[in-house]
Nanobody, 125 residues
């Protein structure tokens, strides 16, 4: 059974930084792309950042490009999201997820078949 556990969320001030972590188990994660998604109240879930299986290719939503960095440590089955210069509009529940097919790289949420429980990020002005 695939499990993803996020950590690192919290309440911060605008301009602060947070680092989210996602620890996976139950799958050979080194063969799968992984992504961070977020959902704010009343809004649809959106892809924030995606990293391919090797860590060599990444995708960022336009709203976070230059501020967020996704990385992974395959030896630790862990993916990270470093979030700098946080803004109030970054407030959301953040989820990590893993794609359903090995080596497949996409930002489409429907191509991810396992999700963490989410971690809340609140940014106040």
């Amino acid at each position: 059974q695939v499990q993803l556990v996020e950590s690192g969320g919290g309440s911060v001030q605008a301009g602060d930084s947070l680092r989210l972590s996602c620890l996976g188990s139950g799958r050979t994660f080194s063969r799968y792309a992984m992504g961070w998604f977020r959902q704010a109240p009343g809004k649809e879930r959106e892809a924030v950042a995606v990293i391919d299986w090797s860590g060599g290719t990444t995708y960022y939503a336009a709203s976070v490009k230059g501020r967020f960095t996704i990385s992974r440590d395959n030896a630790k089955n862990t993916v990270y999201l470093q979030m700098n210069s946080l803004k109030p509009e970054d407030t959301a529940d953040y989820y990590c997820a893993v794609t359903r097919r090995p080596t497949y790289y996409t930002s489409r949420a429907d191509e991810y078949d396992a999700w963490g429980q989410g971690t809340q990020v609140t940014v106040s002005s």
